[in-house]
């Protein structure tokens, strides 16, 4: 049973939430060259920038590897359709901040603002509406807004010049019935999208965003392997494939998702010569590239060893000979000459391992 048929947009937030996890070491050049991998797999709103948004860099308080212009140059020059984003909180920003920001051909911007203290976020929201660029009001830990008031001041976001609204889980804690009360009370009393940002502190950021889906919402934040601050994400590329299983339209490709995720660490250390940001045994992060294709082929992991063994011998990639077979088991175990004809016809369509 699905839950739907309609379009879901997925926001990668990588370069930006997954900044807290490599010490905001994210370079222009980083940039560039995972926003051009990104689009290629079919992701449509990416937001790029330091950690802690814009005015983070220039303060002086925290560490950043290149200015706002930088990220935001980068990321402009390596798409060729994909909207490019940032984040703003008072904290660090200012409104000339965001007149620069958009002077630099952003697309959108999310106004970070605490939900208990919602009536801070008014002129940010309003100076960017100004701007004629796409506003969401994000409202960092949710949770602590009560779902009452939120009704009652819900309209107000509108008012103000919000394109949308984004329920954020900031600590990981909320659960699905929690999310769906939320997304459904701004859905009930505004005409505005809902997007949902979820943290994985109790292991439902992937589960949360289905709920909101369920609940009424449009967009869902992600990331790479999970990257993000303290225990990260939702797994951009684990959300896309159980949105496929559910019937949703990500226009993305959620297997390419996965491969760019499965090559993201030397897709970044390869992106300039320098010394590497990281080593990819240094950060593990999210679910592996084998552990997801089993997910999505409902082949078990004990055959993971005998798929392995048996694609290299065909010179097949293990991924593709797993799908296959979960298409023809249909999540029964298959004999070892059974995955060995697979392969060989794999082979025979020319589908070599990569």
Request: hydrophobic letters at 45%; glycine letters at 10%.
């Given at each position: ?5 309609r379009?879901v ?14 010490g ?17 797999t ?8 330091h ?15 290149a ?5 935001i140059?980068?990321a402009?020059d390596a798409?060729?359709?994909?909207k ?9 920003a200012?409104t000339?901040d ?8 952003i ?16 002129n ?67 005409n ?9 502190n ?21 990331s ?25 339209d990500?226009?993305?490709d ?11 660490y ?5 992106a300039?010569?320098s010394?590497?940001?990281f080593r ?44 296959e077979?979960?298409k ?23 589908q070599?391992?990569?």
């Amino acid at each position: 049973m699905t839950l739907g048929s309609r379009k879901v947009s997925l926001v990668d937030c990588t370069l930006r939430d997954g900044s807290y996890q490599v010490g905001f070491g994210f370079t222009a050049a980083h940039t560039g060259a995972l926003v051009s991998r990104l689009e290629k797999t079919g992701i449509e709103w990416i937001e790029v920038g330091h950690g802690l948004g814009l005015g983070a860099p220039a303060s002086g308080r925290v560490r950043s590897a290149a200015s706002d212009k930088d990220y935001i140059v980068a990321a402009r020059d390596a798409r060729k359709s994909a909207k490019i984003g940032v984040f703003a909180m008072q904290a660090f920003a200012n409104t000339d901040d965001i007149s620069r920001a958009v002077d630099l051909g952003i697309d959108f911007i999310r106004v970070g603002v605490d939900a208990g203290r919602f009536d801070e976020g008014e002129n940010f929201i309003r100076h960017a509406a100004r701007l004629n660029v796409h506003v969401t009001t994000f409202l960092m830990k949710t949770y602590t807004l009560g779902l009452t008031r939120l009704s009652e001041n819900a309209r107000r976001f509108a008012d103000w010049g919000s394109d949308a609204v984004s329920i954020v889980d900031s600590a990981g804690g909320m659960t699905p019935p929690m999310v769906r009360d939320y997304v459904a009370v701004v859905k009930d009393r505004t005409n505005l999208p809902v997007n949902f940002h979820g943290h994985n502190n109790l292991q439902l950021a992937v589960g949360n965003a289905i709920a909101a889906i369920d609940a009424g919402a449009t967009s869902l934040d992600a990331s790479l392997r999970g990257l993000g601050r303290s225990a990260g994400n939702a797994q951009i590329e684990a959300l896309a494939i159980a949105l496929d299983r559910c019937g949703f339209d990500t226009a993305c490709d959620a297997l390419s998702l996965a491969r760019l995720a499965r090559d993201f660490y030397p897709a970044i250390i390869g992106a300039e010569a320098s010394a590497p940001l990281f080593r990819s045994e240094d950060l593990v992060v999210g679910i592996d590239f084998p552990d997801l294709i089993q997910g999505k082929s409902f082949v078990h992991s004990a055959l993971q060893p005998m798929i392995d063994e048996i694609s290299e011998a065909a010179n097949v990639d293990p991924a593709d000979l797993a799908i296959e077979v979960g298409k023809i088991s249909g999540g029964l175990d298959l004999g070892r000459e059974a995955v060995k004809s697979v392969a060989e016809k794999l082979a025979g369509q020319g589908q070599s391992g990569d």
